[in-house]
């Protein structure tokens, strides 16, 4: 499959026994067909709306909150149960329409075939379906056409492919007919051309190779179906969740029983006690607290220009310890930019990024004017003479129609005062003589003033070669060696800064006779030209991606840049923008090649930086992050992304390149293409997980009280402090909707400041079960030290201690909810109102609280009786005793942490 780029051209026709002149007959196409197959491509396996939706119960929490409504509804409980039935609904139906349009990936990629084409068969043209293409066809290439199939080029003329689907290079690529050595890699494969690419310009013939799946487009769609994406960090943790809830809850049944039995408590009592308590420990607004919390990140996120297919991969970014990122058009704007001009006398910087025409010239820190220089006018001049790109504007963006190179020149030249207009009004166009990949050069012949001048730009190399003379600024004098030395350093310099280098010259045909209408003799054309200058060009970084990466780095994120461009290029960028590091290494895809899994899985962490990569080359260097245990994330917009962009822990493609195989196999489409904005969401995506963590902190201590309440009272031989119904309704006023608004909460801009949690640490560690235990202690401790103080001291009777034991819990619950908000920062250092959902939901709740005390049917129901505003007063002061407390331990921390510091 890869060695056909370094067979002669008689050997590949000779192996597959094909005619060049004729082409194939109609016997071979046949037999051909039937030995081959069709040329198309597999399509991947479809996922039904049905499965996708079923899909969404496959979490045991889930099963285990389904449990506890039926157990609701057999308890005559069928509001409780329909609300977690709900509950759950609702958590399903938001996953179902998150992850609808996923899996469509392969059946993308069938769209990048062309539908027809034109072949030799017979000795005669012809345009037939790009499916009944067969190895042997002769196709015949022209600007437009989609290319049918892999083949190997036997003529050229002018030909140049865009081949960004495959190898991600925004330049359109010369194609020629040379045997290239074994090695080459696939970016580098000039006399092939590869199914799904497109021609840009010039013709071609081309012998068809390889079809269908054995294409390198093919080859990527196998390895797409074997990349698996798997669940996510949140999803394995929340599973472990739900299994260590199913125990407990099952312990909690067994123990309650058995110890109420043994005091001698009457069964049924005990069993409809024992069971709503093990309903109320499970945090039945899990769930939709996730979900919610899941949900704001993607709106937040979405004005932070990232889109969100598949919900838990919002938290999955939280924990990501290596991006792996394209650099055009991510790191970089992805668009061609003059950053550097030489003239004779000077060194000219161009600010300004992009086709954008607003932008200065600098010499040294010096800003000047294109009109003080006249070297430096006739050199912006030249360069918008001999050009045929246009700047347009592109979804009221700056754009250029045609070659992004020639587009670059034109904004320089505008940064000049110089536009393409003003060349076409005042130096109209005679001829042109077209680049050609051998030739290395372009020239356009102008009237100027009623004499015919010719513009050429080209390699510095041949463009010198074919210069005697140079403009300065008294003029124009002879091109000495001394001159031809100090440029040719000078080219160095600015290739060694990973600037595409161009010289451009001029001269006047005044005596030079030729016929418009024939081919013009270039060779006389393009002789002794004077020399303007040298531009150096670039795809520039972001400016707001250095201080991106910086932010990686503060965070414990290694960045990696993955690239099918020249390692040079590669290796500017990088340490422009600081993602290469003492000690890191850039890695080309030919050595990545004598490297086998296990080697590359011990090489990989010393890597920053790959260049001329393909497809499988990423999906290796993705794997090889997953089997050193690490989060990984892979963005990317172009076809052999695809493969470890699924593959990856969290899948990013661009959406403004992106194709749609790229973003049918990603979990997050950045809709500015911007690494910036893949940073932005790491940042939401660890404020989610915080938000997820401490809600569910707050859920289990509530829980964790309510548990801890029952078992002393059992073990203590009291009467139980808490009837049934009133553990229900602690469940849905603590827990439900104050969880909902923790979930809200602000995210904390200091989350990237700390390095990332590691996937493989659990949710329930062990400082996670101190605060929750610490906390329920404290809420248990105040709720049986009322009732203790109702029911033993005062003597109020069993009735209104279990009423003032109900109500000291839920305000105790109620003002924890502050304090739960951060482990790092006291309430008063947060800001009491900066979530002002939570407040308005206490308030309410508190409301509720006192509401069913002076409802009849209520009091009826729950046994309570009014209160008074003594008993409120006293109830609330002693509820702000754990909030106290938990506070004050904050305080205690910070403080030793500072000196510590």
């Known amino acids: 499959m890869s060695s056909w780029h370094q067979q002669s051209i008689p050997e590949v026709v000779s192996q597959l026994a094909t005619d060049i002149e004729q082409g194939l007959t109609d016997e071979a196409v046949t037999t051909r067909l039937a030995s081959y197959g069709a040329n198309k491509l597999r399509k991947g396996k479809r996922f039904s709306a049905f499965s996708i939706f079923i899909s969404q119960f496959k979490s045991l929490v889930i099963w285990v909150l389904i ?20 509950i759950v609904i609702l958590n399903a139906v938001i996953g179902f329409f998150q992850e609808y349009r996923a899996e469509k990936a392969a059946a993308a990629l069938a769209n990048l075939t062309a539908p027809h084409c034109r072949v030799v068969r017979n000795g005669h043209s012809n345009v037939i379906a790009s499916t009944e293409v067969v190895p042997g066809d002769i196709l015949l290439l022209e600007g437009g056409d989609l290319v049918a199939a892999d083949a190997r080029l036997i003529e050229t003329s002018v030909l140049h492919v865009n081949e960004a689907p495959l190898t991600g290079e925004s330049q359109a690529v010369g194609k020629s007919t040379d045997i290239l050595a074994p090695a080459t890699p696939l970016a580098d494969r000039k006399n092939m051309v590869f199914l799904g690419t497109s021609v840009t310009a010039g013709t071609g013939l ?44 099952l312990g909690i049944v067994i123990l309650i029983f058995g110890l109420g039995l043994l005091r001698g408590i009457e069964p049924f009592e005990l069993f409809l006690s024992a069971v709503s308590l093990a309903v109320a420990a499970i945090p039945e607004g899990l769930p939709a607290v996730v979900t919610v919390a899941l949900a704001l990140g993607v709106q937040r996120m979405i004005r932070r220009n990232a889109l969100v297919r598949h919900l838990p991969s919002v938290e999955t970014l939280g924990c990501a310890e290596v991006i792996c990122t394209d650099k055009t058009g991510t790191l970089t704007l992805g668009e061609m930019t003059a950053r550097k001009l030489i003239t004779s006398e000077s060194l000219y910087r161009l600010s300004g990024e992009g086709y954008s025409t607003e932008g200065a010239f600098f010499v040294g820190n010096t800003e000047t004017l294109s009109t003080d220089s006249p070297e430096l006018f006739a050199l912006l001049r030249a360069s918008a003479a001999c050009n045929d790109a246009e700047l347009t504007l592109i979804d009221n963006q700056p754009g250029v129609i045609g070659d992004p190179t020639e587009g670059a020149l034109l904004v320089a030249a505008a940064k000049g005062n110089i536009t393409r207009e003003s060349i076409e009004a005042d130096m109209p166009r005679i001829a042109t003589v ?52 100090r440029l040719t350093e000078a080219n160095t310099l600015l290739a060694n800064d990973a600037l595409r280098v161009l010289a451009v010259a001029e001269r006047s045909l005044d005596g030079i006779d030729f016929d418009r209408s024939a081919s013009l003799n270039d060779t006389e054309i393009e002789a002794e030209l004077v020399l303007l200058g040298l531009v150096g060009l670039q795809d520039p970084p972001r400016a707001e991606a250095k201080e991106a990466v910086a932010k990686c780095i503060r965070a414990g994120i290694k960045t990696v840049m993955i690239t099918g461009d020249h390692p040079d290029t590669a290796r500017a960028i990088a340490n422009e923008l600081g993602i290469l590091n003492k000690g890191d290494t850039v890695l080309v895809g030919v050595e990545l090649d004598s490297l086998d899994d296990e080697a590359l899985k011990e090489r990989v962490s010393q890597v920053s930086v790959y260049a ?88 289990l201590a509530g829980n964790a009280g309510e548990l801890i309440v029952m078992l002393t009272a059992i073990i203590l031989g009291w009467p139980l402090p808490l009837l049934p119904l009133h553990l229900l309704w602690i469940n849905l006023v603590t827990d439900g909707l104050p969880a909902l608004a923790l979930a809200t909460d602000p995210i904390d801009r200091g989350v990237l400041n700390r390095p990332p949690r590691r996937s493989q640490s659990e949710l ?122 938990l506070e004050l331990k904050k305080v205690i921390r910070m403080r030793a942490s500072e000196i510590r510091s």
């Open 434 to 485: 077209p680049f050609d990949s051998d030739r290395k050069r372009m020239t356009i012949i102008r009237l100027v003033d009623n004499q015919s001048w010719a513009f050429v730009k080209g390699a510095p190399e041949v463009i010198l070669s074919r210069c005697t003379m140079i403009r300065t600024s008294h003029g124009v004098r002879e091109l000495t060696e001394d001159d031809r030395i």
């Open 764 to 885: 329930l560690n062990l400082d996670f079960l101190k605060r929750t235990l610490f906390a329920g202690f404290l809420t248990a401790a105040v709720t049986l030290g009322v009732f203790f103080y109702e029911f033993k001291i005062v003597g109020s009777g069993l009735d209104q201690a279990r009423d003032a034991a109900f109500t000291a819990l839920v305000i105790t619950e109620l003002l924890r909810a502050f304090g739960a908000r951060s482990e790092e920062r006291t309430v008063w250092q947060m800001g009491l109102f900066s979530n002002m959902r939570l407040f308005l939901i206490v308030a309410v709740s508190f409301g509720l609280q006192l509401a069913i005390h002076h409802v009849p049917t209520f009091q009826t129901l729950f046994q309570i009786e009014p209160v008074t505003l003594h008993q409120c007063v006293s109830w609330f002061a002693v509820g702000f005793i754990p909030l106290i407390i």
């Open 612 to 699: 001329r990569v393909t497809a499988e080359h990423k999906l290796r260097i993705v794997r090889a992050w997953k089997a050193r245990g690490v989060v990984v994330a892979m963005t990317g917009d172009v076809v052999n992304d695809a493969p470890a962009i699924k593959e990856a822990s969290i899948g990013i493609a661009m959406g403004i390149t992106g194709t749609e195989v790229t973003k049918g196999a990603a979990s997050i489409i950045v809709t500015d293409d911007n690494f910036a904005s893949i940073v932005a969401a790491v940042e939401e995506g660890r404020g989610i997980y915080d938000n997820i963590v401490k809600t569910l902190e707050y859920l």
């Open 206 to 249: 081309a012998l068809v190779v390889n079809t269908g799946m054995e294409t390198e487009l093919g080859h990527i769609a196998k390895l797409l179906e074997t990349a698996e994406s798997g669940k996510t960090p949140l999803q394995h943790r929340l599973d472990r969740v739900g299994r260590a809830l199913l125990w407990a809850c």
């Open 67 to 86: 449990g506890a409504a039926a157990v609701s509804a057999l308890l005559g409980e069928t509001t409780d149960g329909i609300a977690i039935i709900a």
